[in-house]
């Protein structure tokens, strides 16, 4: 119990996590041949969709024992789309491991993710992979990624040589130390990083006093945990050179969730508590809870309080996860990582907890908002109920998913981090619930308004025999400054309208904005006085005015200038200088205004208003822009006037739309 090491392994798409991953599970026997990322038989990488793109969409979750430890690795995606798989991992983590490319250089996203494992203070090494490729220059790439990753390394495994014939040299493990020049330098600065990490090392060296290499070692462990020491380790995964060195050095080194948790306050004797970082839900299999133990232990059968959501839940089986194959076990204990089986209304990011007080330490995950908007289209008629709980479904599984009908534009829509998780979801769906959707451009929730005071008198009057209808009213329709909605104003006197036939007239006259009258956006921001009018007294109905006041609201918007609105966005960019200036002629060509720019560290913040008609597919060509250096947010701002000549083209398709419906 006390023996529990958690760690992440992160890095870009293509650095070879999944291919670490499957190297080590080989190394320590969980599998008895390698499979390969190409060939879609890893032990990480198993469901349909990740076997099929030939990239890591899901953490995948592989428990072992090493050397007298339980190790608990979580592999995770490396591409942007799937942030916040990497965000449920790094929480419930106290070590990573950073994968870099030897043979390409360092991309943004591996930047991204040294700024989060110091934001989250997670001690990490880096390790590079693919040293068996030919020519790559190991001292350039070191100092490519010191210089990138503003971070300075401490290398624990070098390459004696790199290519085909790939070997390493493990400084830990060293009895002579007779090297060439170049890995004389690495070895110089394995020792005085480690020297310059603690005082008394540093104190013996000013001093001159022998430091025997033990002792220097020794002191590794406690430079790492406090992310003095950043240890950097040299491998191959195809060829397995430097998987046992890194396994090694984890299973002595690496931060024990024991250690962490007792610091923090969680203790094993403490009635359980847990956070649920995954859920997965598959039909046939039923759903499962991966959850990180905080304080005291999971045993079958007990009763366990869900705080998040107020419920008791039941603990059925336990199990420990190696990729998609479960082991069932008596108990989670105080700091594992494991599967809790059918749970019926836990979700990913609640927390599980017999002692509120111990539950509410606990940090929850803190999910990015979705970038990216597509309406959902139904290739079957009539299946909209259907969709829908297909979405609600896999919506389960990650939390940067959300799914909605708006009213507004009439569509369903789907919204996530980038367009490859929208069409992984949308495949998902058809092969899990045999729901076969489309993914389109969703419309923009345009509006209509007027931009002067106008009068317009709605009458209507049918006589066929018998009793007849008979509505008559004058409205006064005048702008409200944007963003004002509605506002409706009764000046009859001497009752020339009935005061029970007065909300008919206010009801005629929101159906009508709803439905809009030039283009079919609903009519916003304006001011509607009802002032005069008539009634028969046998002929009048409710029916009858809510039909005028329709009649008089189409003229009077007809006559008052009318146009249509559109919503603007507040956007906030982040970009390295370098991109500054095309990010800039990009937000122009999108009829966009720079508000302001702010230097905040080695980024560019701009701060724009955008159109939102503008902004369809904006993450991939920020992204593209800035070879993935971008970022960007962007809230509802306020609505304005549509230029003319992009309003025209949708009132013509509407008016032409209503005649042919009328034909």
């Known amino acids: 119990m006390n023996r529990i090491i958690n760690l992440a392994i992160i890095g870009s798409s293509t650095s070879g996590k999944t291919s670490l991953t499957e190297a080590i599970s080989y190394i320590v026997g969980i599998i008895s041949r390698l499979g390969s990322v190409q060939n879609g038989n890893t032990i990480s990488d198993y469901l349909p969709e990740e076997i099929e793109r030939q990239i890591s969409i899901s953490n995948s979750v592989i428990s072992f024992q090493y050397k007298n430890k339980k190790i608990n690795l979580i592999d995770t995606p490396g591409f942007p789309d799937f942030i916040g798989e990497v965000l449920c991992a790094l929480n419930v983590v106290e070590n990573c491991i950073l994968v870099v490319s030897g043979d390409s250089q360092v991309d943004a996203q591996t930047c991204d993710f040294v700024e989060m494992l110091k934001e989250k203070n997670i001690p990490f090494v880096v390790v590079v992979n693919k040293l068996d ?14 210089e990138k990753l503003e971070i300075n390394l401490t290398p624990i495994t070098v390459p004696k040589v790199t290519g085909n014939n790939f070997e390493i040299i493990n400084f830990l493990s060293l009895q002579d130390k007779n090297f060439p020049e170049e890995i004389n330098s690495l070895y110089d600065k394995f020792f005085e990083n480690i020297i310059s990490s603690n005082e ?66 969680f203790l094993s004797e403490q009635p359980v508590s847990a956070l649920v970082f995954k859920t997965v839900s598959e039909p046939g299999m039923g759903q499962m809870n991966y959850v990180k133990v905080y304080s005291g232990k999971f045993v079958s059968g007990m009763d366990v309080k869900n705080i998040t959501r107020n419920i008791t839940e039941r603990i059925g089986q336990l199990v420990n996860l190696q990729g998609k194959k479960r082991q069932e076990v008596p108990e989670l204990p105080f700091g594992d990582i494991g599967g809790l089986i059918k749970l019926k209304e836990t979700r990913t990011n609640d927390i599980l907890s017999n002692d509120e007080t111990i539950g509410n330490k606990i940090k929850r995950i803190e999910f990015p908002e979705p970038l990216t908007d597509m309406a959902v289209i139904s290739k079957t008629k009539g299946e909209e109920e259907k969709v829908g709980n297909a979405f609600s479904n896999v919506l389960l599984e990650d939390p940067t998913l959300r799914f909605k009908y708006n009213p507004e534009i009439k569509q369903m829509i789907v919204s996530g981090i980038g367009f490859t998780q929208l069409e992984v979801v949308v495949k998902r769906i058809k092969s899990r619930y045999n729901v076969d959707v489309e993914l389109i451009k969703p419309k923009i929730p345009y509006k209509e308004t007027i931009k ?165 597919g904006y993450t991939m060509d920020l992204r593209s822009l800035t070879k993935g250096a971008g970022k960007f947010s962007m809230k509802l701002s306020h609505y304005e006037e549509l230029p003319p000549h992009l309003a025209q083209p949708l009132i013509e398709e509407y008016q032409k739309s209503k005649s042919q419906q009328e034909e």
């Open 452 to 616: 002067r005071k106008v009068e317009a008198e709605g009458k209507y009057k049918r006589q066929s025999g018998g009793r007849g209808q008979y509505g008559h009213c004058f409205l006064r329709v005048e702008p409200l400054p944007r963003g004002k909605g509605f506002e409706f104003v009764d000046e009859i006197f001497g009752g020339v309208i009935p005061k029970n036939y007065i909300p008919s007239v206010e009801k005629g006259v929101l159906e009508k904005m709803a439905e809009g009258v030039i283009a079919g956006y609903p009519v916003v921001d304006i001011k509607v006085t009802l002032f005069d009018g008539s009634y028969h007294e046998v002929d009048s109905s409710d029916m009858a005015f809510k039909i005028a006041s329709r009649m008089a609201l189409q003229k009077a918007v007809m006559e008052g200038s009318p146009c249509i609105l559109e919503p603007i966005m507040d956007v906030e960019i982040k970009v390295p200088e370098e991109y500054l200036g095309s990010v800039i002629g990009d937000i122009n060509s999108r009829r966009g205004r720079i508000i302001s720019f702010e230097k905040e560290q080695k980024y560019q913040k701009i701060k724009a208003q955008i159109p939102l008609a503008e902004l369809h």
């Open 133 to 146: 490729k030919e020519n790559i220059n190991f001292i350039e790439k070191l100092k490519e990624l010191e």
């Open 200 to 265: 008394s090392l540093m104190e013996k060296y000013l001093n001159n006093e022998n430091i025997p290499p033990n002792e220097i070692i020794s002191y590794i462990k406690e430079g790492y945990s406090t992310l003095q020491v950043k240890p950097l380790f040299c491998i191959s995964s195809i060829k397995l050179v430097g998987i046992k060195e890194l396994l090694d050095f984890l299973t002595e080194n690496f931060v024990l969730a024991e250690e962490f948790l007792t610091k923090n306050g």
